[in-house]
């Protein structure tokens, strides 16, 4: 898997400068006392990293997390500096890269040797940032986490806690806090996705499967919802049935029947009548009143289609309208409901076993439909109560907008009534007065047939256009649901794998954690590991705040242990201390908890694989046999700092 190590950590400004020694795989121990710098170092490589450090920042207030002015005044060299940049020489995987971030900004520029391009660090779109470019190149994949209303996508500064140790951190959390921490960042399930990536042998795929399932799940919902919207709207049974060869023959058959018609129409307008007075009136009164009739017939058919989308569209609205209050309610009550998973009772909410139980004890019998609705997030439901509020407030144009045209048409409807009245009065006295065998009644009589073969088609092509809708949007449904129960049967035999893998990992990290703390300055009785994978010290949390740090050392000794001995895991064999000064362990303590690191590697590491450990670490805090990893010191008594001044 991925490997990380630095190679040179260098600061460059116009005021003050570092460039460290060549760091090497292996130990590489950083000494200096209190505000010469060995912090500082620590920064520079977190700052490098993409880490966001406080400290470099110049509205910030160094003092409230250090008191000692040493450190305010190292800080605000680097804070005060200008065209400053920190840049770091890395391998990743044996291929070396140069990262380059200028201070106070939120982008690093990369070189592999032969090209030069920059990633942002905070995700804008879809554009690929720094982690996600950086994990790449690790063999790590992203995912994403849901937390109730909110998703988190894993990413390189969410590892990067359990490869860092730093002193700001409270021991007793054991995981660095995060740069942004807050109830989300460090939860449960952020501190157990970043252990299980690093550590677990199958959590990629795991992952992987989840959000595959997820996203299969959304995708079969959206459709299900578009059909279902779809149903209620055209008044049609799901489960309808319907031959579209057969009906698209009868729309032709009617369709000709009806340009027969208006054939027959056409030549009964035109045929010979013979007046004896007022021909040329009567003949201009017959044409006007076909066309009028022709008129009239087209409004009344357009009313019938009003009528009829009218209808439509307020019993869609009235559907909606129910949808959206129980949303409203569910909204209320989703955080009651979160007791209840997809393998769980939906009327007890026990746990049913999926291979071995059909039905709960409870009697009720297990429906993985019953429960599909619990599986919903917090914010699932929120987006979806937008969404029918955004289609509630369609429907309403919509339906303003069918009721101005209704109207429209019943004044249309009005006004060339009247107007064929007038005409019909008209040609009643000159036939009086006239000797007329025209085809006025014969004219009335295709209208009258032309109007309902034309209602009868209208019915029959909209018919015929739902039903082709419908088709689509039933096979469509159907794809979706089998790429869902697909991806559904792949979650659960890559959870059944990752759960198995997961117990078996947990065992041996604790193995290894526990023989850590018993040759440690620490001493306990039993020592495991709790459901959050964090350490458990006879049968409780530890408490003592000098006992926090020894456990907090030890778990991060474990994680590069652990991954040195099982090779294929993600951890990239880089880790970073910078040893505690002020957490209330004395001296002889940690020392000798610092040389417990160099025997357990050995031990665990019998494949000899590459991996680097730098140490921050005061003067006479190390143990004496480290003195050859020491690559460079910093000592305030001889004003010596971590920065130097350029000379002019």
Known sequence: MGSLKVNRVSYFGNEYYYESPELTSGINI?????GSGKSTFSFFLDYGLGGDVEHFKKNSDPSSKSKKKSKIREYSRIVNDKDNFVLLDVS????????????????????DGK?????????????????????????????????????????????????????ETSPIKVFKSPDADNFISDSDVIRKAIFETLLGKTSE??????????????????????????????????????????????????????????????????????????????????KDYFQKSIKLNEYNVEKSKLAVEISRINNFKQDLDFEIEQINKIIFTHNHLSIFSSTSCPLCSKEIDKEQQKRCLCGNEKDEESTTKFIYSSSDYLQIYAQKNKKRATVEDAIKAVIKDEQQNTTDINQVSSEIGVIEAKLAHFVDVSTYEGNLVSLSDLNLRLNDLN???????????????????????????????????????QEYIFNNANKATIKAFEVILESLVDASS??????????????????????????????????YFTMLSYSLANTSVKYPKFLIMDTPEDSGIDKEKLIKN????????????????????????????YPLSYEDYIKDTFEEAKNNYILKPRIS
């Not at 950083?30 to 209190?34: F, H, L, P, S």
Request: proline share 1%; with cysteine; net charge negative.
């Open 30 to 34: 950083i000494v200096g006392d209190n």
């Open 92 to 111: 990743i995987n044996d291929n070396s890269y140069e990262f380059k971030r200028f201070i106070n900004t939120n982008e690093i520029f990369i070189s």
């Open 115 to 167: 090209d030069t391009f920059s990633r942002k660090l905070y995700r804008k779109g879809e554009s690929e940032i720094f982690s996600d470019w950086l994990l790449s190149k690790l063999e790590i994949e992203v995912f994403d986490l849901t937390l109730g209303r909110h998703n988190w996508l894993i990413g390189f500064k969410d590892l990067y806690r359990l490869m860092y140790y730093d002193q």
């Open 205 to 286: 795929k795991y992952n992987k499967s989840y959000s595959e399932y997820r996203e299969a799940k959304v995708d079969y919902e959206q459709i299900n919802t578009k059909f279902g919207d779809f149903c209620k709207l055209n008044n049609v049974s799901p489960d309808c049935e319907f031959d579209l060869e057969d009906a698209n023959q009868n729309i032709n058959t009617l369709t000709q029947t009806i340009e027969d018609i208006e054939d027959e129409r056409e030549l009964a307008a035109h045929s010979k009548t013979e007046f004896s007075n007022n021909f040329e009136i009567i003949e201009h009164l017959k």
């Open 455 to 493: 209602d009868e088609l209208y019915l029959k092509q909209r018919e015929y256009k739902t039903y082709e809708e419908f088709k689509k949007l039933y096979t469509a449904k159907d794809l979706k649901k089998n790429a869902q129960d697909k991806a559904l049967k792949e979650f659960n035999k």
């Open 522 to 555: 620490f001493s306990c009785e039993t020592m495991s590991m709790d459901n959050d994978y964090m350490p458990l010290i006879d049968g409780g949390i530890y408490r003592e705040k000098s006992s926090a740090v020894t456990i907090r050392m030890m778990y």
């Open 594 to 621: 610092i040389e417990l690191l160099e025997g357990k590697l050995k031990e665990y590491n019998t494949l000899g694989v590459d991996y680097q450990v730098i140490l921050t670490t005061g003067d006479d805090r």
